[in-house]
């Protein structure tokens, strides 16, 4: 049985047609990379944008941020209005939880908003997870967004998981965002998808 457009253009497959719900726009894969900018397809053509990420692995222990550019910006300091929440559990048993993180968040600032707790560089440490944005060309609302991401940190193996809900606080359309390391450079890959 044939994929359909929505699956096709979900798993990457080659040949999907621009008039689908949902299209693949950028494929990209990062080595040693200091940030990754995708400031190209981010318009009104799509009511929501899937940023996925996979294997994101850093040189120096941090965690994986964003921030976004208003229409005519260039500086990557819009406000922001986020709130925290991570579970973590350890191989070892030792630390399962769930929590508000307080200082993970923002009330209108204009940091880089981080997505994950610090990625451990281990070999076999990582982080995986995705960015929705929502209606980013309004010139009326402001932008909505929420993020789930699954990292592998520490020396006893702790599995986390982080979310992270809010808002960019500007009328003014996005078409531009950064994703780069609290610290250092980063491998991994990077996939936008449009949503109609």
Do not use: R
Request: proline share 2%; hydrophobic share 30%; aromatic share 12%.
């Amino acid at each position: 049985m044939p994929l359909g457009a929505f699956k096709a253009a979900l798993m990457g497959t080659a040949g999907v047609s621009v008039a689908g719900d949902v299209v693949l726009l950028h494929d990209q894969d990062y080595s040693g990379a200091s940030e990754a900018v995708i400031n190209s397809g981010i318009d009104s053509t799509y009511g929501e944008y899937i940023f996925k990420f996979y294997n994101i692995n850093p040189d120096s222990s941090g965690s994986f941020t964003f921030q976004a550019n208003a229409t005519g910006s260039s500086t990557y300091d819009e406000y922001m209005t986020t709130t925290k929440c991570e579970t973590n559990h350890a191989e070892n048993d030792a630390t399962p939880g769930f929590e508000y993180v307080a200082g993970g968040d923002q009330a209108q600032g204009t940091s880089f908003q981080s997505l994950s707790q610090a990625i451990g560089t281990g070999g076999d440490q990582s982080g995986a997870g995705e960015l929705h944005l929502f209606n980013p060309a309004s010139t009326t609302y402001v932008k909505h967004f929420y993020s789930e991401m699954q990292i592998h940190y520490g020396d006893v193996g702790n599995a986390s998981c982080t979310y992270i809900g809010g808002y960019i606080n500007t009328t003014t359309a996005i078409d531009d965002i950064k994703f780069q390391m609290s610290t250092g450079d980063f491998d991994g890959t990077i996939k936008m998808w449009g949503v109609k």
